[in-house]
Nanobody
Framework: QLQLVESGGGLVQPGESLRLSCAAS????????IGWFRQAPGTEREGVSC????????VYTSSVKGRFTISRDMANNTVYLQMNYLKPEDTAVYYC????????????????????WGQGTQVTVSS
C-alpha cells in the first residue's frame, strides 16, 4: 500500500526558511513521480513542485521558482521541499502525493492525477 507522510511545517517569519519532508512507504521513489501541493483557506489545492521518478528532474510553479527546491533521498525514500525566502502568501497546508499516470510530472498542476495523499503539514508565514 502506497503511503506518504508529510512533516516539517511550522510558523516562521517572512524571509525565513523551512524544509518539508515527505516519507514514502510501499513503493520506491523511482516508481512514482512525487508532487508537492498546497491549499490555503478558501482556495483550491494547487501544484507547487514535482520531481520525476525516472530521472529526478523537477518542475516548479512560477510563484515559487528560485525560492523552493525539491529533492529526494533514495536511500531514505523521502522527498524534500526546501522553502527559502518565505512570504505570507506561501501560508497553506502542504501535501505530497504520487503521480498515478506514469507520465512523470507532466500533469503536476492537476490534483486529479495524483494519489496516496498525505495528511498535510501546516506552513504559516507571518510576522
Amino acid at each position: 500500500q502506497l503511503q506518504l507522510v508529510e512533516s516539517g511545517g511550522g510558523l516562521v517569519q517572512p524571509g525565513e526558511s523551512l524544509r518539508l519532508s515527505c516519507a514514502a512507504s510501499g513503493f520506491t521513489l523511482d516508481e512514482h513521480s512525487i508532487g508537492w501541493f498546497r491549499q490555503a483557506p478558501g482556495t483550491e489545492r494547487e501544484g507547487v513542485s514535482c520531481i520525476s521518478g525516472t530521472d529526478g528532474r523537477s518542475v516548479y510553479t512560477s510563484s515559487v521558482k528560485g525560492r523552493f527546491t525539491i529533492s529526494r533521498d533514495m536511500a531514505n525514500n523521502t522527498v524534500y521541499l526546501q522553502m527559502n525566502y518565505l512570504k505570507p502568501e506561501d501560508t497553506a497546508v502542504y501535501y505530497c502525493a504520487a503521480d498515478q499516470t506514469g507520465e512523470g510530472c507532466s500533469w503536476y498542476r492537476f490534483t486529479a492525477y495524483f494519489g496516496s495523499w498525505g495528511q498535510g503539514t501546516q506552513v504559516t508565514v507571518s510576522s
